[in-house]
């Protein structure tokens, strides 16, 4: 068995990775870095999901659209069109079984960055699109989408004692997600799972429900 994770070199990508190579898959990474797994079981192509060539590889089961950027003036190239451009090339095939996006909350509350939140909503329209497409090959697509999680692309507010003590004021279950329990979502979506598809599913610690109660 085979699973393809783009944005496998840091944070959500290589969490997924790595819970795929511990349940006994073959995993090819595709970064615009370097690899920072080294496992018997995982490849590596460093290549951007938008503007090179993509490697030819010729069998996946699985294939998980991770790799994105936040506010860096190419949103929607990148998690919009890159998230495109890998799906039409390695998971519009008969022999897929699943197919997981990782879209945002942003994708439904519109909150976040302008073209950060568009690429999102994108992404989830496509993700509909998708899974009727592959449905015939009896093959499963949906999307997740995180609140915070605790990586990287946060490190400006989770650094901040200020920005950081708001955010927990907005959030009920007062924590973010770590990378871990993301990839263990991404696992169940598209391994367990075998019976819903065309759907998002939002992991927020409950920030979009918040909601006051005027009485
Ligand atoms: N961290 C969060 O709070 C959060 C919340 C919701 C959704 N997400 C989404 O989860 C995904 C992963 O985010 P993360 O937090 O792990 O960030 P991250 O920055 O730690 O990881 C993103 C990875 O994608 C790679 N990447 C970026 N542009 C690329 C390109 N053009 N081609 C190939 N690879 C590229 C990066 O090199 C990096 O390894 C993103 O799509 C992000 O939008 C993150």
Redesign the pocket.
Known sequence: MKTIV?????????AVALKFLNEGYDVVG????PATISHPRYTHFV?????DELPDIEHADILVN?????NSGRDID??LK?AIRTTERYGIRPDVKSIVF????SASTGAEFPEYAAS?GGVVSYMKNVALRIAPYGATCNSI?????T????KRVMDDPELWAQIMDETPLRK?AS?EEIAEWVYFVSVVNKSMTAQDILIDNGEAARAKFVW
Not at 47 to 51: G, N, W
């Open positions: 783009t944005g496998s070199s840091s944070g959500i990508g290589k595709i970064d615009i870095l290549a951007d999901v938008v503007a991770n790799a994105g950027v936040q990148v998690n890159g990782v879209a945002s909350a999102k989408s995180p609140g915070g999680v990586t990287a692309l946060n973010w990378a």
